[in-house]
Nanobody, 114 residues
Framework: VQLQASGGGLVQAGGSLRLSCAAS????????MGWYRQAPGKERDLVAT???????NYGDSVSGRFTIFRDNAKNMVYLQMNSLKPEDTAVYYC?????????WGQGTQVTVSS
C-alpha cells in the first residue's frame, strides 16, 4: 500500500492545520493508522494512532491539541492540529501497520513560526 500525505505548510503559533493521508487501496478498519513526526536532529516520534473501535493514542506533547480521525470509506486518515507551537515543527509522516509490517508515507513539512 502507498500512503500519500498532504496539508502541511507554514502557520503562526496558535494556528491550526489539518493533515490528510490517502491510502492507495482499501485498508480494513481494524488496521492501525496514524501519524509520526521527525524534527531535525531528532528521532521519529509518535503523534497519534487510531484503530477503529479503539481509543486513539496520542503523544504526550500533542494530547488535547491534536485530533486524529479516519474516513474508512475513503481510505483516509486525518490529523487536526490546533494551538500549534513552534516545537511542533517537523516532517509529519503518515503510517499504517498491516499484518505486522509498517508502511510510511513520504512526509509533509509543518513549520510553526513564533
Amino acid at each position: 500500500v502507498q500512503l500519500q500525505a498532504s496539508g502541511g505548510g507554514l502557520v503562526q503559533a496558535g494556528g491550526s492545520l489539518r493533515l490528510s493521508c490517502a491510502a492507495s487501496r482499501t485498508i480494513h478498519s481494524s488496521v492501525v493508522m496514524g501519524w509520526y513526526r521527525q524534527a531535525p536532529g531528532k528521532e521519529r516520534d509518535l503523534v497519534a494512532t487510531l484503530r477503529s473501535g479503539r481509543d486513539a493514542n496520542y503523544g504526550d506533547s500533542v494530547s488535547g491539541r491534536f485530533t486524529i480521525f479516519r474516513d474508512n470509506a475513503k481510505n483516509m486518515v486525518y490529523l487536526q492540529m490546533n494551538s500549534l507551537k513552534p516545537e511542533d515543527t517537523a516532517v509529519y509522516y503518515c503510517y499504517a501497520k498491516i499484518d505486522g509490517a509498517a508502511f510510511w508515507g513520504q512526509g509533509t513539512q509543518v513549520t510553526v513560526s513564533s
